[in-house]
């Protein structure tokens, strides 16, 4: 019976071993696959971000152009709300492009 009881428990002791890869801990694998599906995921966010103020900032730009050919007098009063629109769109693609 003793005999029995030893196999089982070092049956029990050295499992671990045998399943998971000879020691190796499924739970840092695991934490491994999150953070690289983490890091994917938010690289694929930034992309987007990135992409959608690049063709916000290239619409922007071809607006103001129609508009300074059209009404210069427009741009001249509202020319600090337009750079500073300008400004803020650069600010957002720059940013996308840190996480990107």
């Known amino acids: 019976m003793s005999k029995i009881k030893d196999f089982f428990t070092y049956l029990f002791i050295l499992a671990p071993l045998y399943l998971f890869a000879k020691g190796s801990n499924p739970l840092s694998a695991l934490q491994q696959d999150f953070n690289t ?3 994917d995921i938010g ?3 930034g992309s987007m971000i990135q992409t ?3 063709v916000i900032g290239i619409l922007w730009f071809i607006i103001m152009l129609i508009i300074a050919f059209l009404n210069m007098e427009m741009i001249k009063n509202h020319a ?4 500073g629109a300008g400004i803020l769109i650069g600010l957002i693609y720059g940013l996308a492009s840190k996480f990107a």
Do not use: P
Not at 80 to 83: E, M, P, W
């Open 37 to 39: 599906q983490v890091i």
């Open 43 to 45: 690289s694929s966010v």
């Open 52 to 54: 959608f103020a690049m």
């Open 80 to 83: 600090k709300s337009l750079f």
